[in-house]
């Protein structure tokens, strides 16, 4: 059974660094929620107050109607898994993922069950009498999360565990994670620093910048609806044009020279603008606006076209078939921008 996570202002000291700054979100049950933000902001400080491994200056920890803010960690019964897998490398893959069902007095036939049973689940059936060491780091990090799931814990806590495996194993770890959890409608709290990943997995997206909440929301509007230029820099590429903005309902005008263009704003505001301006939503070849090529770079897919206009550099995603020339004036149209305060 799955339960909803509920933080309320959460905040933890070290000396002079406020590592979390009166942090409140809710992970509603059988969801993933990611943390995300660079090195540094809290997440990691977030993700061990709710295991209990550190304790809160102030705030509230809830697990369902349950307030485990004072429990200790081994009474919380949430599952970890870790960047490095801390797997036991004496015990084989069964026993390691047995060890923790060992402690609950259940029968062996019993034990064994539910360990080959997780095993399935993560796609390492028959595997079990292997040593850790003879699997690949992809396997290693599936016993991991087998070994966490076989307790069926009301909550699911990741630390970075995908950041131990090189880029293309990451994805494909990361879609049978995040197809698993759906599957089991698990409720997770998920850490790491890598934007992609926390797009490709959560159903919720926390950014934290310097130990404080940035913004919450779904994947599409974190990238979308960037709340700050933080966030609109942290997730995703966003080009930071200099603009003038005049307020207009649901957003403003964004006057680049003599050119107008609707662009979102989290409130309407008149005045300096920095306008964050994603490669995608450059169309060169057509347009009002005018800029010069400075520097083209052939992605296979895509060319990146780094232009310079009177408004900032500015970054382009092209089809590979029409390449322009350095030094070459281009016109483009810029068809979704997000506006803030400068
Ligand atoms: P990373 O991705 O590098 O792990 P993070 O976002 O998880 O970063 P935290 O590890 O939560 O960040 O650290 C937040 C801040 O608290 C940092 O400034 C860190 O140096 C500080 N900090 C964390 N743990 C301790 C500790 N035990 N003692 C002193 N300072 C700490």
């Not at 609109?232 to 930071?240: C, L």
């Not at 070459?328 to 305060?341: K, N």
Request: glycine residues 10%; neutral net charge.
């Amino acid at each position: 059974m799955s339960l909803d996570l509920e933080i309320e202002g959460l905040t933890k000291r070290f000396g002079e660094t406020t590592a979390v700054d009166n942090l409140s979100l809710t992970v509603p049950a059988g969801q993933l929620l990611t943390l995300l933000g660079p090195s540094g902001c809290g997440k990691t400080t977030t993700l061990r107050m709710v295991a209990g491994l550190e304790t809160p200056d102030s705030g509230r920890i809830r697990l369902g109607t349950q307030d485990i803010t004072e429990l200790p960690a081994y009474r919380r019964g949430l599952g970890m898994v870790f960047q490095s897998y801390a797997l036991f490398p004496h015990m084989s893959v069964f026993e390691n993922v047995a060890y923790g069902l060992k402690n609950r007095g259940l029968a062996a036939s019993e034990v064994a069950r539910r360990v080959e049973a997780a095993l399935q689940r993560v796609g390492l059936g028959g595997l079990g009498a292997r040593p850790p060491h003879t699997l690949s780091g992809g396997q290693q990090q599936r016993v991991a999360v087998a070994r966490a799931l076989v307790l069926e814990p009301p909550l699911l806590l990741f630390d970075e565990p995908l950041s131990n495996l090189d880029a293309k194993l990451r994805r494909s770890v990361r879609a049978e994670l995040r197809a698993l959890q759906q599957e089991l409608g698990i409720t997770a709290l998920y850490v790491t620093h890598d934007q992609e990943e926390a797009l490709a997995l959560s159903d919720l997206i926390a950014v934290m910048n310097a130990g404080r909440l940035q913004q919450l929301g779904t994947p599409e509007e974190v990238y979308r609806y960037p709340a700050n230029p933080f966030v609109a820099s942290f997730i995703g590429i966003s080009s930071m044009l200099s603009a003038q903005a005049e307020p207009r309902e649901g957003g403003v005008w964004a006057h680049l020279g003599g050119v107008r263009l609707p662009a979102f704003a989290p409130k309407p505001f008149g005045g300096t603008a920095l306008l964050a301006v994603r490669p995608e939503d450059v169309r060169l070849g057509e347009g009002e606006l005018l800029g010069r090529v400075r520097h083209v770079s052939y992605l296979g897919e895509r060319l990146e076209v780094h232009l310079e206009s009177p408004w900032g550099p500015l970054l382009a995603y092209q089809p590979p078939q029409a390449r322009p020339a350095p030094g070459q004036e281009v016109p483009f149209h810029i068809s979704w921008a997000a506006a803030y305060p400068a």
